[in-house]
């Protein structure tokens, strides 16, 4: 993953539910995952929106 953008959706391979992040997180990574996504590691505020 890129360390200076977030992926805000992703659509699962075994259900093809589409998965948006939870309120107050910037991306899918922050919401699902075991650990934050890189900017947010790396101690950014959240993910650039481009």
């Known amino acids: 993953m890129p360390t200076d953008a977030c992926q805000w959706f992703y659509e699962c391979k075994g259900c093809g539910l589409l998965l948006k992040p939870k309120?107050?997180?910037?991306?899918?990574?922050?919401?699902?995952?075991?650990?934050?996504?890189?900017?947010?590691?790396?101690?950014?505020?959240?993910?650039?929106?481009?």
């Open 23 to 50: 309120a107050g997180d910037c991306c899918v990574y922050c919401s699902y995952g075991t650990v934050p996504c890189p900017p947010i590691q790396q101690g950014s505020s959240c993910c650039r929106a481009d």
